[in-house]
């Protein structure tokens, strides 16, 4: 091959990588204002970037296109009003029709499946909005009503109902969801200002559940980074009640781990629902874990047909000890997760381990029964928990 050629392959090869990179935005609006502009923000963690504007065109249509390396979130907007929130990755070509003054809510939309959830999920969640308001009109059409106390007393519980059902159906959806990055957005939703749809508190197991998938996938990127941040310090919050505080309290629930299988599957802790599960920390490293695995073995192949799953968690250094580990005590038939990080592990804090082997057995809910059995121990307990 002569050097001409050859440079040309090369510059066709990188003009295609570029080309692969850009994203085209296609919209036709239903009317416009001689002053419109359709501008693109970047969603950063603490702020919107503008990147991008053009003039809307005389026949009401306008077209952006920009270079993504990887999944990101921007806003398409014509103020601080009327905007769609999108999740963009690398080659879409994204065509939308909208009223001029509800870009959130278009007429059609193609190209980006993760907006699509995106708008489905805002669909949802205004409905919800609309039912609240029309609560908070009742209330006030009612201020001068004798029989107020009762009223609010039937419109909180008629709120709740509809603030339950907001929550419920957003774990649902991330749950569905988990691998994209609009699990993250949907962490984040409100119904009011202030007014949050999952409470950092209470549906803690969500943050770290969400967390624990995507900051693998995307370590890099600013939004997952600052969940990643604000999970850590929420763990180590959670640690510093003391040991009595009900993490990890037997009857309170396991707290969600969401890692990556030996072949790079995640798999959620709260997939085992269902089953009386023992949920075991160890490590190819620690001489104790591996003297008591054939224990759990035994454990396995006498309870399993029964309805007992091992959900075995990993704090080794690197794969191939891991993997050397399972293949040398023979524990393939359970399932196994890590993120390789030692004690750096997402787990550790989560579960406040100081050593191991640490485990913690699970009724078919997901919520703690005992915690640290081990040989015979272990082997009286699952024979009192099946044997009834």
Partial sequence: MNLKAFLFIVAATIAAGCKNNTIELKGKLDSKRPEDYIILQELKSDNLLTVDSVKIEDDNTFWLEREVEFPSFYLVKTDDYNFLTMLLEPGQKIELTANRDSLGFPRSFSGSPGTSLMIEYNRHLQETIRKLRGISN????????????????????????????????????????????????????????????????????????????????????????????????????????????????????????????????????????????????????????????????????????????????????????????????????WIHVSDIKYWNSVVVPLYRIESIPANFLLDRDGRIIASNLRGETLQNKLAELFNN
Avoid at 302 to 325: C, M, N, P
């Fill in 138 to 333: 009742v209330y006030r059409e009612n201020l001068e009503s004798p029989d107020l106390p009762l009223i609010m007393e039937q419109l909180d519980s008629t709120a709740q109902v509809y603030l339950n059902e907001i929550n419920s159906y957003t774990k649902k959806y991330i749950d569905e969801n988990l691998a994209s990055l609009v699990s993250l957005v949907a962490l984040y939703q409100q119904v009011a200002p202030g007014e949050y749809v999952l409470h950092a508190d209470k549906d803690f197991d969500y943050y770290v559940k969400v967390d624990s998938s995507l900051f693998n996938k995307y370590p890099d990127y600013e939004p997952v980074r600052t969940l990643h941040d604000q999970v850590q310090k929420m763990i180590s919050e959670i640690t510093s009640r003391g040991p009595d505080a009900p993490l990890i309290r037997d009857g309170a629930a396991a707290p969600e781990i969401a890692l990556p299988n030996p072949e790079g599957d995640t798999i959620r802790l709260s997939s085992t629902r269902g089953s009386i599960v023992l949920l075991d920390f160890w490590a190819a490293w620690c001489s104790p874990c591996r003297y008591e695995n054939p224990n759990l073995v035994k454990a396995y192949n006498l309870y399993h047909s029964r309805g007992f799953q091992i959900y075995q968690v990993s704090l080794d250094k690197t794969r191939d000890a891991w993997l050397e580990g399972i293949r040398e005590d023979q524990l393939e038939k």
